[in-house]
C-alpha cells in the first residue's frame, strides 16, 4: 500500500497569507495525486486533481505542484472560508489518502 | 446538477452484514467514464477507500477489505450499493458515496468530483 505523509499536522496562519502545504508519497505515484478540502460535518471538496488540474469553480488561488513522491498544495491569499482540513490523495496504486493536514486561524 | 445521497442503518450488530444504497440524480449511472465509489471515515483510520464499481458493472475493491465487500449497480433505480459482512467496531466509520470522473486514463488519476453527504454507521451490540 502506498503510504501519503502530509506536512505539517497543523499549520496556523492568518488570513492574507501564504499557505504551503506538503505531501510526501511512500513510492512514485507520477502525477496521479489529488487534494480535497474537508469543513467539519461535510464531505470532502476536491480542489485539485493530476497534482496541477484544477477541480471546476476551484478559485485561482488554490494550486497543485510536483510529481513523483512530492508534492505540494498552495494557497496563494488566506480567505476566511479557507480554514479547514486538506487531505492528499493518490490513485497511481490502489486509492490511499493522507491523515491530513488542519489549516487554523491565527 | 449531480448528486448523491446515502441511506441505510445507522446501527448495526457485531457480525452482522451493514448494508448502504447511494442514490444517484442528475445523472445516468450507466454511461460515461465513472467509477461509483465508496469511502469511509473513522478517528481512528482518517480516509479509507472501500472500492468503487465501473459504469458496465465490474467492481474493484480495497485488498485489505475485499474478503468482506460486495458492490452493485442497479442502473434502472440510479443506484449503487455496498454490502460489508462480518462487520466489528472498526467497521464503525461515516460512510461516502462518491464519483470518480476519469481524467486521461481511467486506471490511474482522476478525480473524486461529487460526494454524498456522509452516513453515519456504528456497529455495536
Known amino acids: 500500500e502506498i503510504v501519503l505523509t502530509q506536512s505539517p499536522a497543523t499549520l496556523s496562519l492568518s488570513p492574507g497569507e501564504r499557505a504551503i502545504l506538503s505531501c510526501r508519497t511512500s513510492q512514485s505515484v507520477s502525477n496521479f495525486l489529488a487534494w480535497f478540502q474537508q469543513k467539519p460535518g461535510q464531505g470532502p471538496r476536491i480542489l485539485i486533481y493530476d497534482a496541477s488540474i484544477r477541480a471546476t469553480g476551484i478559485p485561482a488561488r488554490f494550486s497543485g505542484s510536483g510529481s513523483g513522491t512530492d508534492f505540494t498544495l498552495t494557497i496563494s491569499s488566506l480567505e476566511p472560508e479557507d480554514f479547514a482540513v486538506y487531505y492528499c490523495?493518490?490513485?497511481?496504486?490502489?486509492?490511499?489518502f493522507g491523515q491530513g493536514t488542519r489549516l487554523d486561524i491565527k | 446538477q449531480v448528486q448523491l445521497q446515502e441511506s441505510g442503518p445507522g446501527l448495526v450488530k457485531p457480525s452482522e452484514t451493514l448494508s448502504l444504497t447511494c442514490t444517484v440524480s442528475?445523472?445516468?449511472?450507466?454511461?460515461?467514464?465513472?467509477?461509483w465509489t465508496w469511502i469511509r471515515q473513522s478517528p481512528g483510520k482518517g480516509l479509507e477507500w472501500i472500492g468503487y464499481i465501473y459504469s458496465t458493472g465490474t467492481p474493484y475493491y480495497n485488498p485489505s477489505l475485499m474478503s468482506r465487500v460486495t458492490m452493485s449497480l442497479d442502473t434502472s433505480m440510479g443506484q449503487f450499493s455496498l454490502k460489508v459482512t462480518s462487520v466489528t467496531a472498526a467497521d464503525t466509520a461515516v460512510y461516502f458515496c462518491?464519483?470518480?470522473?476519469?481524467?486521461?486514463?481511467?486506471?490511474?488519476?482522476?478525480?473524486?468530483?461529487?460526494w454524498g453527504q456522509g452516513t453515519k454507521v456504528t456497529v455495536s451490540s
Open positions: 442528475g445523472d445516468s449511472i450507466g454511461r460515461g467514464d465513472y467509477f
Open positions: 490523495q493518490q490513485r497511481d496504486t490502489g486509492v490511499t
Open positions: 462518491s464519483r470518480l470522473r476519469c481524467s486521461s486514463s481511467c486506471s490511474r488519476g482522476g478525480a473524486f468530483d461529487i
